[in-house]
């Protein structure tokens, strides 16, 4: 869950709709920019962060009660290894593609971390096999790489939305150095609306949004608890007008 504090006490959006919100800005993109095997890599953004911790039972509530946000999770080696390796066999299974896709995510993760054993020789095994199927595939490794780098720029641009990182006061963030070797930036102007330098997409605006949770109360008793109150709670949208300026 991506947990934010608001008014009225918890704002909580599912890592899901995060990539579902993330789905939104890649079909905002102009033709030229759009990545080869285009429906395999929307499909591969919509779907990376499936199969997450707020699916498989891990605690979602810190020590003093609250919702705990996806970077609080704490995960054993041993479960970091699982999950990478469900993830990466449940994307291969929809289409090579996505597999290669989720393959580099995972790379990216964790090729500078501090990981175990099992983990490291996962890396290690997916990158000759992702070697492997583009050869099957008849791909060069540099499709591969702007493909992945379409995918990490939605996912950049949908987290600095979600986890309202915006800057104040029309100052600008980088979402992320890529794609046309170019750094792309992010802000708020005056009227509320986004503006994302270099332009990227095919209208001069458009909408996305995404939807969430509001919990009243600050702390919950238990997981039964705050699933019960997510279960119930309305679920509004949150929007945004991204607009060339």
């Given at each position: 869950?991506?947990?934010?504090?608001?008014?009225?006490?918890?704002?909580?959006?599912?890592?899901?709709?995060?990539?579902?919100?993330?789905?939104?800005?890649?079909?905002?993109?102009?033709?030229?920019?759009?990545?080869?095997?285009?429906?395999?890599?929307?499909?591969?953004?919509?779907?990376?962060?499936?199969?997450?911790?707020?699916?498989?039972?891990?605690?979602?509530?810190?020590?003093?009660?609250?919702?705990?946000?996806?970077?609080?999770?704490?995960?054993?080696?041993?479960?970091?290894?699982?999950?990478?390796?469900?993830?990466?066999?449940?994307?291969?299974?929809?289409?090579?593609?996505?597999?290669?896709?989720?393959?580099?995510?995972?790379?990216?993760?964790?090729?500078?971390?501090?990981?175990?054993?099992?983990?490291?020789?996962?890396?290690?095994?997916?990158?000759?096999?992702?070697?492997?199927?583009?050869?099957?595939?008849?791909?060069?490794?540099?499709?591969?790489?702007?493909?992945?780098?379409?995918?990490?720029?939605?996912?950049?641009?949908?987290?600095?939305?979600?986890?309202?990182?915006?800057?104040?006061?029309?100052?600008?963030?980088?979402?992320?150095?890529?794609?046309?070797?170019?750094?792309?930036?992010?802000?708020?102007?005056?009227d509320q609306t986004i503006g994302i330098d270099p332009w990227p997409f095919a209208l001069?605006?458009?909408?996305?949004?995404?939807?969430?949770?509001?919990?009243?109360?600050?702390?919950?008793?238990?997981?039964?608890?705050?699933?019960?109150?997510?279960?119930?709670?309305?679920v509004q949208l949150s929007g945004w007008t991204l607009r060339f300026r």
């Amino acid at each position: 869950m991506i947990v934010n504090p608001c008014n009225a006490g918890w704002q909580v959006i599912y890592q899901t709709a995060h990539g579902l919100l993330a789905g939104q800005l890649a079909l905002g993109f102009r033709d030229d920019l759009r990545p080869n095997y285009w429906c395999e890599t929307l499909a591969a953004i919509i779907q990376h962060d499936d199969y997450k911790s707020e699916i498989m039972g891990r605690p979602r509530l810190t020590e003093a009660g609250a919702p705990m946000d996806f970077t609080q999770h704490p995960m054993s080696e041993k479960d970091r290894f699982e999950e990478s390796q469900r993830r990466i066999e449940a994307a291969y299974a929809r289409h090579r593609w996505q597999g290669l896709l989720q393959s580099m995510h995972t790379d990216c993760l964790y090729r500078d971390q501090a990981v175990s054993h099992q983990l490291k020789k996962l890396l290690t095994a997916e990158a000759k096999h992702r070697r492997e199927v583009l050869v099957n595939l008849n791909c060069d490794p540099w499709e591969l790489h702007y493909a992945y780098e379409f995918l990490h720029w939605c996912d950049r641009c949908s987290l600095i939305l979600a986890q309202q990182e915006l800057p104040a006061l029309r100052r600008r963030l980088e979402i992320i150095h890529a794609l046309t070797d170019e750094t792309y930036t992010i802000g708020e102007s005056d009227d509320q609306t986004i503006g994302i330098d270099p332009w990227p997409f095919a209208l001069d605006e458009f909408e996305v949004h995404v939807e969430c949770r509001v919990l009243h109360r600050l702390h919950y008793d238990n997981e039964g608890h705050l699933q019960s109150e997510l279960d119930s709670a309305k679920v509004q949208l949150s929007g945004w007008t991204l607009r060339f300026r």
